[in-house]
């Protein structure tokens, strides 16, 4: 019997399942080769302490920490009406809130900032929309959402009068 | 004070007899949750659920079978779940480490690093929690009862509720895939 054919056959013996033929090879190579037989030590060594397990000793503060733990459980348990109020109403409204207002911002900025195309149409015709633009511009750049819905606002104003 | 009065008072929510049974039992609950663990602070976090588990559910105790027989179910099933909602965490964090997020990755190295540091060093028995740790959950189960805990297996078969033939067929093959096993260990290492 050589080493692989040992290996292989470890299990078996552990478990009993050679034929005394088998059993009598598997000896006399474990007699023999000392690389086999430490292996076959470590095997069984390791399978000995199925039989005497390390236990975890009595733990004095088990309880006080188990009522520690379900104390704090409880006071989470009470804010729950809490957090669901919170995180599943308010949260989502909040948010809901927040993409509307952005999308109507957005709406009013795509609407209501002057482009070159509409900036070069009015210069062509009166060139006092430069200066009026020039200043509007100005503060649209601070985002101030209110002073464009005046300036379209007073964009409408004035094309109805050149009516 | 019986197990059946104390079951009872626990069952009114009296204290007294809450803390009477979780000392009476807190060191057959927290070995076999570190069979299954074998990590101290988890055994200690999941045993504590197992009591917590019981003093909220006390009522659908029927006194049909022994105590220790429903402690070491809840124990068990407790300990399983633990395992595979760690397993899905180091699946989820080796996600994560091919998108690039470190931070949960490096939580789960140093959990298991404490891991290391938690068990004793000797090679003998980190060859045979390796091993352990490889087997079904049923095998693990059947064999950690009859070894460590050295219930019979009629008394396995009552926690596991399944028959004592198939607990013997369970054991068998578990010390069979151990004897494995634990080769295979030392023959990489
Ligand atoms: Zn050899």
């Known amino acids: 019997m050589n080493c692989k054919e040992f290996k292989n056959i470890i299990a078996d013996y552990l478990g009993q399942n050679l034929n005394s033929d088998h059993e009598k090879q598997f000896a006399e190579h474990l007699q023999k080769c000392s690389e086999c037989s430490l292996l076959f030590e470590k095997t069984n060594k390791t399978l000995s302490f199925l039989d005497n397990p390390e236990r975890i000793p009595?733990?004095?503060?088990?309880?006080t920490q188990l009522k520690q733990k379900m104390e704090n459980r409880f006071t989470i348990n009470e804010s729950f009406l809490h957090t669901i109020l919170t995180k599943k109403v308010l949260q989502p409204l909040l948010y809901l809130a927040s993409i509307i207002i952005a999308v109507y911002?957005?709406?009013?900025?795509?609407?209501?900032?002057?482009?070159?195309?509409?900036?070069?149409?009015?210069?062509?015709?009166?060139?006092?929309?430069?200066?009026?633009?020039?200043?509007?511009?100005?503060?649209?750049?601070?985002?101030?959402?209110?002073?464009?819905?005046?300036?379209?606002?007073?964009?409408?104003?004035?094309?109805?009068?050149?009516? | 004070?019986?197990?059946?009065?104390?079951?009872?008072?626990?069952?009114?929510?009296?204290?007294?007899?809450?803390?009477?049974?979780?000392?009476?039992?807190?060191?057959?609950?927290?070995?076999?949750?570190?069979?299954?663990?074998?990590?101290?602070?988890?055994?200690?976090?999941?045993?504590?659920?197992?009591?917590?588990?019981?003093?909220?559910?006390?009522?659908?105790?029927?006194?049909?079978?022994?105590?220790?027989?429903?402690?070491?179910?809840?124990?068990?099933?407790?300990?399983?779940?633990?395992l595979r909602s760690k397993k899905r965490?180091?699946?989820?964090?080796?996600?994560?480490?091919?998108?690039?997020?470190?931070?949960?990755?490096?939580?789960?190295?140093?959990?298991?690093?404490?891991?290391?540091?938690?068990?004793?060093?000797?090679?003998?028995?980190?060859?045979?929690?390796?091993?352990?740790s490889k087997l079904p959950d049923k095998q693990k189960t059947a064999i950690t009862l009859n070894s460590f805990e050295e219930l019979s297996y009629k008394e396995i078969s009552e926690v596991m509720e399944i028959s004592v033939t198939e607990v013997g067929v369970l054991i068998n093959r578990a010390k069979k895939n151990l004897y494995k096993l634990i080769l295979d260990y030392y023959k990489k290492n």
């Open chain 1, 105 to 163: 911002i957005g709406i009013l900025i795509g609407s209501g900032t002057p482009n070159s195309n509409k900036y070069s149409e009015i210069s062509k015709t009166d060139t006092s929309y430069i200066e009026l633009f020039a200043q509007y511009q100005y503060i649209n750049e601070m985002e101030l959402e209110s002073i464009e819905r005046n300036l379209v606002a007073e964009e409408t104003i004035e094309t109805t009068n050149k009516k």
């Open chain 2, 1 to 82: 004070m019986s197990d059946q009065e104390l079951l009872e008072k626990i069952a009114k929510k009296d204290e007294q007899a809450f803390r009477i049974f979780v000392e009476k039992y807190h060191i057959l609950v927290l070995n076999v949750c570190n069979n299954i663990l074998n990590n101290y602070d988890d055994s200690m976090d999941i045993s504590q659920e197992v009591f917590i588990k019981i003093y909220e559910s006390i009522d659908n105790f029927r006194g049909e079978s022994k105590i220790s027989t429903w402690l070491y179910r809840i124990a068990i099933n407790k300990s399983l779940n633990h």
């Open chain 1, 58 to 63: 009595e733990q004095a503060f088990y309880f």
């Open chain 2, 89 to 132: 965490q180091k699946w989820f964090s080796s996600l994560d480490s091919v998108f690039g997020d470190d931070s949960k990755k490096q939580d789960i190295k140093d959990s298991s690093l404490n891991i290391g540091e938690q068990i004793d060093l000797n090679e003998n028995k980190v060859a045979l929690q390796t091993s352990i």
